[in-house]
């Protein structure tokens, strides 16, 4: 009994934390876009500094971004077969790709790394978020978006939000002062502001929680979150412990990273781009609420 409150602990913060966002909401308004302003403008480029300052750049690195990429376009072409074989319309087709591809590896997968695994595994997180998850998210995913709700794509504005994302411009920030000395008051302050990320992101989204229409186009949603939360990541860990094993620390990481439910992003991309939004939210919505469960079942079995 002592063994498994243990392994709730991690995970019941994070349910506190959407329980306060939603009565939040109930009893005052929704807070959730400033809050998700100030974790995007602060919390973000905070944790890219303070992690990626201290850490060598080196070819294991690039080796893992190659890797993290494979995983993330292995998702999306068995979400396009999936997708075709349940004969969805364009329109339905690019939500379900989005919605069953880009997982919440930031807000919610930091949140369960730190968790399970403590702050230092977080470096690994935040490289598959933002050389895999993020930056496919821009790239592939936008022009999905554009072709899903039949825009034209703008290459020029995908490629601006890229490069004038915080946390993007943070890195190129943080390579160039690893040239130097940093001042021990900048890695505490980014190291502190860092922290704010989990709390204030699973208030955001229990803001964000809409109980109503949760079941609207359920057999879409439950497919989304099966193939995105249950399938891949299993594929992936099957492919580790046969080829490199599961014991180490970041191979548990990447496991947990892959498993994360729908992002936050993806569903404010896919909605401003005129995709459905019922799907592309009761996805994000129902896919949090599961990886309570799914990701106590990962970190059970990966010990």
């Given at each position: 009994?002592?063994?498994k ?8 913060p994070?349910a506190?934390y959407?329980?306060?966002g939603?009565?939040f909401?109930l009893?005052f308004?929704?807070n959730?876009k ?5 974790i ?5 480029p905070?944790?890219?500094f ?7 750049l ?5 080796g893992?971004?190659?890797m993290?990429i494979?995983?993330i376009l292995?998702?999306?072409l068995l979400a396009?077969?999936i997708?075709r ?5 364009k329109?339905l087709l ?7 591809t880009f997982g919440n590896?930031?807000?919610i ?6 968790a399970f695994?403590?702050q230092?595994?977080?470096v690994?997180?935040?490289i598959?978020d933002?050389?895999?998850?993020f ?7 936008m022009f999905?978006i554009?072709w899903?709700?039949g825009r ?8 601006k ?5 915080p946390?993007t411009?943070m890195?190129?920030?943080?390579v160039?002062a690893k040239n130097?000395e940093?001042?021990n ?13 989990v709390?204030?992101a699973m208030?955001a ?5 809409e109980l109503?229409h ?9 497919m989304?979150m099966?193939?995105k ?10 492919g580790?412990?046969?080829?490199y094993?599961?014991d180490?620390?970041?191979v548990?990481v ?17 909605i401003?781009g005129?995709l ?5 939210i ?6 949090v ?5 799914t990701i106590?079942m ?5 010990g």
């Amino acid at each position: 009994f002592v063994k498994k409150v243990n392994m709730l602990d991690p995970v019941l913060p994070i349910a506190i934390y959407l329980l306060l966002g939603y009565l939040f909401k109930l009893v005052f308004h929704d807070n959730s876009k400033q809050l998700i302003e100030v974790i995007i403008y602060f919390s973000l480029p905070a944790i890219v500094f303070s992690k990626i300052y201290p850490l060598i750049l080196d070819q294991k690195i690039f080796g893992l971004i190659l890797m993290f990429i494979c995983f993330i376009l292995f998702n999306l072409l068995l979400a396009y077969f999936i997708g075709r074989m349940m004969k969805l319309n364009k329109l339905l087709l690019a939500t379900f790709m989005i919605m069953a591809t880009f997982g919440n590896t930031s807000f919610i997968g930091f949140s369960y790394i730190d968790a399970f695994y403590g702050q230092d595994y977080i470096v690994y997180g935040l490289i598959y978020d933002l050389f895999g998850s993020f930056l496919l998210l821009v790239s592939i995913g936008m022009f999905i978006i554009t072709w899903g709700s039949g825009r034209k794509n703008d290459t020029k504005s995908i490629f601006k939000s890229i490069f004038l994302f915080p946390p993007t411009l943070m890195f190129f920030v943080t390579v160039i002062a690893k040239n130097f000395e940093d001042p021990n008051f900048l890695i505490l302050t980014s190291q502190t502001l860092g922290s704010t990320l989990v709390p204030i992101a699973m208030i955001a989204i229990g803001m964000k929680l809409e109980l109503k229409h949760i079941f609207v186009k359920f057999h879409i949603v439950s497919m989304a979150m099966i193939l995105k939360m249950l399938v891949v990541p299993i594929i992936v860990l099957i492919g580790f412990k046969f080829f490199y094993g599961i014991d180490q620390t970041w191979v548990k990481v990447t496991i947990i990273e892959v498993a994360m439910p729908p992002m936050t992003m993806a569903t404010v991309l896919a909605i401003k781009g005129g995709l459905d939004e019922k799907v592309a939210i009761n996805s994000l919505v129902l896919g949090v609420l599961l990886s309570l469960f799914t990701i106590t079942m990962y970190t059970t079995y990966l010990g």
